[in-house]
């Protein structure tokens, strides 16, 4: 299971127009599952899966098509299954199919092994606000039929709408559901399947977390990717970094310090901030011009001495640092670092993009040959 990394030359501009949500949105909107799914076979696909009205398509549009929340309520309720590309204009190469919740896995049109053959991930979505006795039944259902079809695939529960809830019942929930969901896989002699649980909402930035985290197994280079993070901020006085999928907000990397959820909003808050200003005021009086491009940097300088620092790494993607304001003193140092970080992301997914072969041996020489720059630089 690869990521393909599109465009390493970042030649040309990168257009936007219009306003930051409808410009920054994922291509073609919903497809049928049977239009052109041969020429996208080879994709990593995550299958979005639950009971009716469990919020499944609402988490779909609102993290890649900047749908408002409160618009989501308007959403009919998905009767058959689609197909989403997410990849034409996103860092993560992969594909989203949307599930009916009244899917039967025993109609003999319901292929199990073209469905789950190919899946990177299945996300079963829980209504954290209705009774789940029906939907852990489901779960169970689900995750066996997939398990039997592809042992690899990533198993992840959203516990969604918990907006409503309590923190205690929040927990209390999540044990609970933990707890029946692995009594069930352990009566069935399925103790190797793991399940990865999470609490979301579309009101807060938990589903973005929720979504990075799932995004992140599916990617090979993710421990090259965290490696480099690391390297960089010890030697540029940075605290955290994410680098994200501007689009969709979805931190494909971080380094290995925790995630603070206040840090990783701060973080999403300043990307709103750059790419809104940057349509009001960076594009020509026609509309013409690009909202995110290779010139793009923003510094904002908080009130608590904090410093957030972004700049753009690739097409897509965007590094975003915290730092302190004595630290950022040295930005000639943490210029010169980001210029090697940013030439070694660039290594890493050209090295992707090679055969297998060439690819396992290359890949050791671009781990030392960057992280030797990046330990230079800060001397």
């Known amino acids: 299971m690869s990521i393909q990394y599109e465009d390493p030359a970042l030649t040309g501009s990168y257009d936007a127009v219009g306003s930051f949500p409808k410009s920054f949105g994922y291509g073609v909107e919903e497809q049928d599952l049977e239009e052109s799914c041969s020429t996208s076979a080879d994709k990593p696909r ?50 989203i199919w949307d599930f009916p919740g009244q899917v039967d896995f025993f109609d003999p049109s319901f292929d199990s092994e073209m469905i789950f053959k190919g899946a990177g991930a299945l996300i079963f979505v829980i209504d ?49 559901i933990h707890q029946r ?9 399925l103790e190797k399947l793991h399940l990865s649980l999470y609490l979301t909402s579309i009101y807060d930035h938990s589903i973005f977390e929720a979504f990075s985290k799932v995004v992140q197994k599916l990617l090979p280079q993710l421990p090259t990717l965290e490696n480099l993070l690391n390297i960089f901020i010890s030697h540029s006085g940075i605290e955290k970094a994410f680098l994200f999928d501007v689009v969709s907000k979805i931190y494909i990397a971080t380094d290995s310090s925790p995630v603070d959820m206040q840090s990783y909003e701060l973080c999403c808050d300043m990307i709103d901030v750059v790419i809104d200003v940057s ?35 690739t097409k897509f993607l965007a590094l975003v640092c915290i730092l302190r304001e004595e630290s950022f003193e040295r930005k000639g140092l943490i210029e010169y670092n980001f210029h090697c970080f940013r030439k070694a992301i660039h290594e890493v997914f050209e ?29």
């Open 46 to 95: 995550i299958l979005l899966m639950g009971l009716r009205r469990s919020g499944k398509s609402s988490i779909q549009k609102v993290v890649f098509h900047k749908m408002s929340p409160n618009e989501t309520l308007f959403l009919e309720s998905t009767n058959k299954i689609y197909k989403d590309d997410i990849s034409s204009t996103s860092f993560v190469n992969f594909q």
């Open 351 to 379: 090295v992707g993009n090679l055969p297998q072969d060439v690819s396992s041996s290359s890949n050791n020489l671009t781990g030392l040959k960057y992280a030797g720059a990046l330990n230079g630089s800060a001397v």
């Open 181 to 189: 969901a692995n009594d069930d896989l352990a009566d069935a002699s």
């Open 279 to 313: 349509c009001i005021y960076g594009l020509m009086e026609d509309g013409s011009g690009c909202a995110y491009d290779k010139e793009s940097l923003a510094i904002i300088k908080l009130n608590n001495t904090t410093v957030l620092y972004l700049k753009e790494v």
């Open 128 to 176: 954290a606000q209705d009774d789940y006795v029906e939907a852990l039944g489901r779960l169970h259902l689900t995750v066996s039929r997939a398990y039997k079809v592809n042992p690899d695939i990533n198993f992840e529960v959203f516990i969604h709408k918990v907006d409503g809830l309590s923190d205690d019942h929040k927990i209390e929930t999540q044990r609970d």
